[in-house]
Every structure is written in structure tokens, then in C-alpha cells.
Nanobody
Framework: QVQLVESGGGLVQAGGSLRLSCAAS????????MGWFRQAPGKEREFVSS????????NYAASVKGRFTISRDNAKNTVYLQMNSLKPEDTAVYYC?????????????????WGQGTQVTVSS
């Protein structure tokens, strides 16, 4: 079992930055690929970014590439999402997820555990 708790969401103006954190329980965090997803009101949950076991392999949705950076600290059981140049269309609840596999993948169905989410609101 892995429990995930997101933090770092909030209200920010367009062009601003936020860093989301996701703290994981358990001693096998380093054996889980981690992902960030988001869901805006009235829309389906969508992939944002993911990172493999070692932190070397990452991937990003086209809409955030170049603006968001995913990273992880296995010693702290934490994955981060640095979000820069935020836009109003980035407004959503952001979820952290874990999958018991080494490589980062996009499909939400591949993930085994989910956090409760943290709200990010970007004002224009």
C-alpha cells in the first residue's frame, strides 16, 4: 500500500509559479514510477507528467512541456511538480499517482494509487 498526500496548490496570477509536492508513505517509494494528473471542472482527468524510478526518465503533456518540471527525491519519498509561466487554462485539481513499475507512462489506468488532489487556480 502507498498513501499519497499532495500539497502546494493555491491561487496565483497568470505568469506566476507554484511547486506541488506529493509525499508518499511506505519504504518502497523508489520502486514506483510517479505521475501528475489534473482535472478541470467539467473535463476529464488528463495526464500532466510522469517520472521513472531513478528520476532520469520523464515525460510531459504537450500543453505543459517547457513550463513544468517533474522531479523526485527518493530519500524523502517525495515527488515534485514545478510549474512556471502558469496560464488560466492550468486551473485544475492536481493529483499525484503511483504505479509499481520502473518507467514513466501516461495512461491513468496504469496507476495503482492516487492522492486526494490539490487545487491550483490561475487568475488572468
Amino acid at each position: 500500500q502507498v498513501q499519497l498526500v499532495e500539497s502546494g496548490g493555491g491561487l496565483v496570477q497568470a505568469g506566476g509559479s507554484l511547486r506541488l509536492s506529493c509525499a508518499a508513505s511506505g519504504r518502497t517509494f523508489s520502486r514506483y514510477a510517479m505521475g501528475w494528473f489534473r482535472q478541470a471542472p467539467g473535463k476529464e482527468r488528463e495526464f500532466v507528467s510522469s517520472i521513472g524510478w531513478s528520476g532520469v526518465l520523464t515525460n510531459y503533456a504537450a500543453s505543459v512541456k517547457g513550463r513544468f518540471t517533474i522531479s523526485r527525491d527518493n530519500a524523502k519519498n517525495t515527488v515534485y511538480l514545478q510549474m512556471n509561466s502558469l496560464k488560466p487554462e492550468d486551473t485544475a485539481v492536481y493529483y499525484c499517482a503511483a504505479q509499481a513499475a520502473p518507467l514513466p507512462v501516461a495512461p491513468s489506468s496504469r496507476y495503482d494509487y492516487w492522492g486526494q488532489g490539490t487545487q491550483v487556480t490561475v487568475s488572468s
